[in-house]
């Protein structure tokens, strides 16, 4: 193998998941900087890179070094300590103040920020307040080091450590060797994979009690993860033999102990034994539980005549509203509990304006929510009247943790309408359900055949299919405009039939035919610069979303951002930190619920600034602003492409989605069908038409494993 030896100039990309990295090295005798790739988490800019590999030729990108093994030392000359002060990695030093602490103490700077920190303040402009954050700062960096040190010789990646130390402090490394597995629990990124390979490497053995049930809730997690709030216990020991690479009967051993500590709980459904981690099972009779009591409570709202309201509502609006439509807005009048299900154009809205209009005439406590900050915001322009997220309705208590509204402490409302129902997981719908009370009428309103949650559970569809609870199907397409393809497809691919596909001039349903991933990704870059915004007026990166099913591959999410955030926003300022690259004004997306900056998971805005020094970045998310320490960056991802998933509950003018038989894993008609339906103006398909009748034809969509309907059908039965 080669050698090759440099500081590192600039990090060109970094995949925090997987560790690959291309970056651009400044070594001795070379002129140029050198493009060196490989798997390479945690290096940063001005680092001293020791690699050995191989030299190869890329087609597109040129002469590139292939590390295969690596070693990181701290930056030796003045060039990469002024690199390393001023990516970032230090807070307080900013460009500025690296250039002037480096020309004051040249060769010697982090020998004196790490011994001599006073002598800072021989730098022009250091006051005593920024030496002390510098000095703060640098001792953190050092225990992040040691940390990263431990972990490193244990084989696990230091993109972890910041994480680990920010969450144990001084106490990372005891309490990693007391029980590596307390991080899968409790560190955002760590699986348990991460763990176990730690912990092997610690000598813990895999037939440890504290392996295998560690392992246990992993699994059980990890099947939550794809929608599962129980499992069949004859199919999980086989699932959970694999991961765990022991035997089935020291799995069972372990499932006895874990019920006896009342970790995991167990029941018969249908004859046979499931399995569920206990915050799960506690969450589905919760939930029954709590439906069941709304439903026999009386309403305190004062009954209507109702077929004289439904009239003087449409004189009110000027419409005429179809048979289905009257019986929806009948029960939503009549019955406690409600659940509206149809696809687009159906007129879901018009009935939920129907039903504020009449039900406003009789109290003023009415309450809006949705899922997520996109469809609260579509929910509040439908109706003129403010809609919340169900994460701000129910308030999160900081300091207890957990929603402050719940029994003891619920909301105050006389009707509550719940819009894009299906996107509630059991979890969310236990709490909301919590803090509604007693004598409050509930209206769900929601699409059954879009993604169910992605969150564990199938909460709508159960609900619905246990019959235990008022609910109105609408069958009846009303939108569908002169010329409008996105609704008449929609159902059409939602039916099982394949899409009207011919080019019509000003249609708002286009299918480009492209053979290869790179011609599709061309496209895409071509349509989204070009020539969407020389025919609409749309903005090419507001007003134009990218759905894609995959994260890996051409087109797939990681490399679509990668491709549109070099040519529709390239800045000079940008940071690369934990694996993530953003620049300035970048597109991105918040990928969880932080209760304490109040934004969540699917929250779309863009990067308004960046502070180096102060390690700071700033997000406007619909107007307001969102502050992320560099520590926290994690949370979010670029959103010029996402997944049709993490989109779900959001609308834009237009959306691109590339259909192509490399994503023939995740072609079903569902994802298809939700997708285009979040497109309002324009939808553009790109792919092949044996791709496009693939997913029109798979319906066989994955069960997921619940017990509600199960639950709400048995406790219906013994009432």
Known sequence: MDQLNGFIDTIVFASEETGFTVARLKAPKHQEPITVVGTMPGVNPGETLHCQGVWKHHAKHGRQFEVQQYELTAPVDVIGIQKYLESGMVKGVGPVYAKRIVDTFGVKTLEVIDKETHRLAEVEGLGAKRVEKIAQCWSEQKSVRNVMIFLQSHRVRPSFA???????????????????????????????????????????????????KAGIEYVLWELSSSGHVCYPKESFIPEAEAILEIEGPLIAEQLTALELEGHIMQEKLKGEDYIWVRPLYNAEWGVTRELKRLQEAPCKIRPVLVEKAVGWAEEKHRIRFAKEQKVAIAKSLEEKIHIITGGPGTGKSTITRAILSITSKVTDKITLAAPTGRAAKRMTEITGKKAFTIHSLLEFDFHEGGFKRNRDNPLSARLLIIDEASMIDTLLMYNLLKAIPDDTRVIFIGDIDQ?????????????????????????????????????????????????????EKG???????AESPEEILA???????????EKFPFNPIDDIQVLSPMKRGVIGTDNLNHALQQRLNPQSLHLTRMGRHFNLHDKVMQTRNNYDKKVFNGDVGRITSIDL????????????????????????MLAYAVSIHKYQG????????????????????NLLYTGITRGKKLVVLLGTKKALAIAVKTDNVKTRHTGLQHFLSRETATV
């Not at 955002?188 to 440890?208: C, H, M, P, W, Y």
């Not at 107007?623 to 992320?628: F, H």
């Open 162 to 212: 910041q994480k680990i130390f920010k969450r144990y402090g001084e106490e990372s490394i005891d309490t990693v060797k007391n029980n590596p597995y307390t991080l899968a629990r409790e560190i955002r990124g760590v699986g348990f994979k991460t763990a176990d390979e730690l912990a092997q490497n610690l000598g813990i053995a895999k037939d440890s009690p504290i392996r295998i």
């Open 451 to 503: 993604l169910p949650s992605v969150g564990p559970g199938n909460v709508l569809k159960d609900m619905i299919f246990s019959e235990t609870l008022p609910v109105t199907r609408l069958k009846w397409i009303f939108r569908q405009g002169k010329g409008s393809r996105i609704v008449a497809n929609a159902h059409r691919i939602n039916a099982g039939y394949f899409p009207e596909t011919e080019h």
């Open 650 to 669: 959001s609308e834009c003018p237009c959306v691109i989605i590339p259909v192509h038989t490399s994503h023939f894993k995740l072609l079903f008609r």
């Open 613 to 636: 020094e102060a390690q700071e970045l700033t997000v406007n998310f619909d107007g307001k602003e969102v502050i992320y320490d560099f520590y926290d960056i994690d949370e979010l």
């Open 507 to 513: 249609s708002d349903f286009i299918f480009f035919d």
């Open 523 to 533: 496209k895409i870059i071509d349509l989204i610069e070009h020539h969407i915004p």
